[in-house]
């Protein structure tokens, strides 16, 4: 492999990392991976393993030069790869996070199709990973091979309390939503995360905060357990949605702004429901509720193109 093949590999790889937060630029790839290693090393080399694998994958396969240049095919590898690493146990979890990457490149190929086909113009996210990730999760519980992690519980509904007690601290609510993306509770990384955004556009990087503070309130308002609120899970998806929904797809919509506030807001509820749909499996909600979200709003918009 030439200089300029590597040079291709690295900034491709660095972009797929980056388009985990829906942006494309290779220095916010790496910003974010820096931020994810200093949280876990060997988090970290899963995250660049599994872009460069998707990445390869996607250019080995034949997809347009364009959307393999643009990073399309790494991100949902990157989080699959990241995801099965964190939530399997054993000493081959690696090794089958790095498969799980390869086949989130394929996924990602024929979900890209069906929407393509359909003609609904929405586009894929992150959903080939979410459904990969649970699809390899709950084959734990019928193949010796696969392992589980013991933090991942199934739960019976019956016995289930609400617990919103907790210590209030909003300065970890305010970076450990951004963190939550990529698996992470580290307020150092999170904030290494805000400046990844930020570097690629400063509307971004308000919009991300604006996104997370909205979930902060509305969750805390709505009365969301206390731990989970500042420990970023309802965030998150907040971070993805308004930057999906008010930015990177704003398309006609003349207030995307508070389009994104509202969807943003949104996400709340519906990550509480999925929380609880899955429950009795055992199973993270991980970037469903996003993905929900965005798809209603963008859905909405090819009848109503102002919103």
Known sequence: MNRDSL??????????????????????????????TIASVSLGVVTLLSAVI????????????????QGLYGYNSVLTGMALSLFLSGDDRFLIALVGA???SVFTAAMAHFMRKSQSEIPVLTFPFIVLTWFLLLTTYRLVSFKISPNLTP????????NIKGETDWLDGAVN???????LDNNFSGVLLFIAVFW?????????????AAALLTSYGLGGEH???FMGLYGYNAILTIIAVAIVFKETARYPLLT????????????????????????????????LCTWVFLAARKIMPRI
């Open 227 to 229: 731990h989970l609120i």
């Open 200 to 212: 690629a556009g400063w509307r971004l990087g308000v919009y991300a905060i604006v996104g997370n």
């Open 54 to 69: 998707g990445t390869l994958i996607g250019k080995i396969g034949g997809a347009s030069a364009e959307s393999v240049n």
């Open 177 to 183: 939503g951004i963190g939550q993306i990529f698996f």
């Open 102 to 104: 390869a086949i989130a």
């Open 260 to 291: 994104g506030i509202i969807a943003a807001c949104l996400t709340v509820p519906i990550t509480g429901s999925v929380v609880t749909w899955l429950l009795p499996y055992g199973l993270p909600a991980l970037t469903m509720p996003f993905v």
């Open 7 to 36: 040079k291709w590999l690295l900034v491709s790889t660095l972009k797929g990392i980056s388009q985990v937060i829906l942006i494309e630029n290779a220095i916010s790839g790496f910003i974010i991976l820096a931020a994810i």
């Open 155 to 162: 739960q019976s509904l019956s016995n289930w309390t609400l």
